[in-house]
C-alpha cells in the first residue's frame, strides 16, 4: 500500500471507501474499496477533495480480487456452464442448461487447500437446471499473490473439469409392470403413470409399457421384445421383494442381465436392482417408487440419462445421505437426500 497524487492513480486499486458529501443533497459511498481507478475518475476525485489516494500497488506478481476470481473460475469451469461477471470480488458458476451436476471433490478440496483462496460448490451428482447456482468463487485479501491463482490453474488443468454440467440424453425407456393382480385387471396399474410422469420430466419418453404375470419366462420375452423394439433403458416394476413369488430379479437375470446390485442403501428404495444387458442397463424398481415421491429413482436414472455407467461403488456411496427424511412438502433436490461427502 502506498499514497501517490490521484493522476497518477489511474489502473491503481483503493485500499478504502471513498466518501462524497454534497451539502442538504447526498452523502454517502462514491468510490468502493477495491475500485480500480480509471482516467474518468480523477476529475471526480479531485472534486470531491482527493488530491493524494491510498492505494495497493500492482505489478505482475499481484492480482486484484475482481481477476482472481475470474480466473479460478475459469480453471475449474468445465461444459455446461456459464459465469457471472465479477461483483464485490466473487464470480459465481451457473447451469447453462439442465443436467446432472458433476464435481471432482478431489480438485475441489486440493483448490481450498491453497491459502486465502475459495471455492465453495453444491453437491455432486444432483440434477439441475439452467441458470442454477452450482459454485462461487472468490480470494479472501483485496490484492492475492498471481502464483496461488497460477496453483488452481495447474490444478484446474490436472484435473479439467473440476465443475461440469453432463447433458441429459433423451432415451426411449420400456417398462414392464410385474404382478398377477394387474395382469389379470383385479387392480389398476398404478406405476405407468407415475413413471411416465417422471421419465417425461427428464426429456426422455415411454416407449411402450407391458404387463406381465409372475413369470419368469414373461419378463424375459418382453425384456428381449422391448430392446428389439428400440429401448434403450429398461424399467421393471414390482415383484422386488425376496418373496417367492416376486420373480423380477429372477427375470432380469435370465433375460442376460449381469447384475451390478440387488439391495441398495437407500430408503426408500433398498430392494433396488441394476443390471446391464450389453450397453443397456435395466432397473428392478421396488413398490416404494409407487407411494414416495422420491426414491432411489431420482437418485440413479439421471445419472443414467446423463450417460454414466453405474458402478456397485456408485450405489455403495449413497448410503451417506441415503435416508429420506420425509419431508413434507418434499423439497428433494434442495435436502440432504443422496447427497453424501
Known amino acids: ?55 495497493w500497488e500492482m505489478d505482475q506478481t499481484r492480482l486484484h480480487e475482481n481477476d482472481a476470481a475470474v480466473r479460478i473460475a475459469q480453471a475449474v469451469a468445465g461444459s455446461g456452464i456459464v459465469l457471472t461477471e465479477p461483483v464485490n470480488g466473487k464470480v459465481e458458476l451457473k447451469a447453462h442448461k439442465k443436467g446432472i451436476l458433476k ?38 485479501p483485496l490484492v492475492i499473490d498471481a502464483d496461488k491463482i497460477r496453483q488452481v490453474e495447474d490444478i484446474g488443468q490436472s484435473f479439467f473439469p473440476v465443475i461440469q454440467v453432463k ?35 427428464l426429456d426422455s419418453h415411454v416407449l411402450r409399457q407391458v404387463l406381465v404375470d409372475d413369470s419368469i419366462t414373461m419378463i424375459v420375452e418382453k425384456i428381449r421384445s422391448l430392446i428389439h423394439e428400440g429401448a434403450q433403458l429398461i424399467i421393471a416394476t414390482g415383484g422386488m421383494s425376496v418373496d417367492p413369488d416376486d420373480v423380477t430379479p429372477a427375470g432380469i437375470r435370465a433375460a442376460g442381465g449381469s447384475v451390478v446390485a440387488y439391495g441398495a442403501p437407500v430408503l426408500p428404495g433398498s430392494m433396488f436392482m441394476l443390471a446391464y444387458i450389453g450397453d443397456i442397463p435395466v432397473i428392478g424398481l421396488p413398490g416404494c417408487a ?52
Do not use: W
Request: glycine residues 10%; neutral net charge; hydrophobic residues 40%.
Open 1 to 55: 500500500m502506498k499514497v501517490i497524487p490521484v493522476q497518477e492513480a489511474e489502473g491503481m486499486v483503493l485500499c478504502h471507501d471513498i466518501t462524497e458529501i454534497i451539502p442538504g443533497e447526498f452523502k454517502g459511498r462514491a468510490f468502493k474499496k477495491g475500485h480500480i481507478v480509471c482516467h474518468e475518475d480523477i476529475p471526480k476525485l479531485l472534486k470531491i477533495g482527493k488530491e493524494h489516494l491510498y492505494v
Open 103 to 140: 464435481i471432482n471433490i478431489s480438485a475441489l478440496e486440493a483448490i481450498n487447500d491453497i491459502d486465502e483462496v475459495i471455492l465453495a460448490s453444491m453437491h455432486s451428482n444432483q440434477l439441475v437446471t439452467t441458470d442454477t447456482v452450482l459454485a462461487g468463487c472468490r480470494v479472501v
Open 167 to 201: 447433458t441429459l440424453q433423451p432415451l426411449k425407456v420400456g417398462i414392464i409392470t410385474t404382478g398377477s393382480e394387474v395382469y389379470h385387471g383385479l387392480i389398476k396399474d398404478g406405476f405407468g403413470p407415475v413413471l411416465r410422469k417422471k421419465i417425461e420430466e
Open 290 to 341: 409407487l407411494y414416495n415421491q422420491t426414491t432411489i429413482f431420482d437418485l440413479i436414472v439421471p445419472r443414467i440419462l446423463a450417460g454414466e455407467r453405474i458402478s456397485r461403488k456408485d450405489i455403495t456411496r449413497l448410503a451417506h445421505g441415503g435416508l429420506c427424511a420425509g419431508c413434507n412438502p418434499c423439497r428433494y433436490p434442495n435436502c440432504t437426500f443422496g447427497k453424501g461427502s
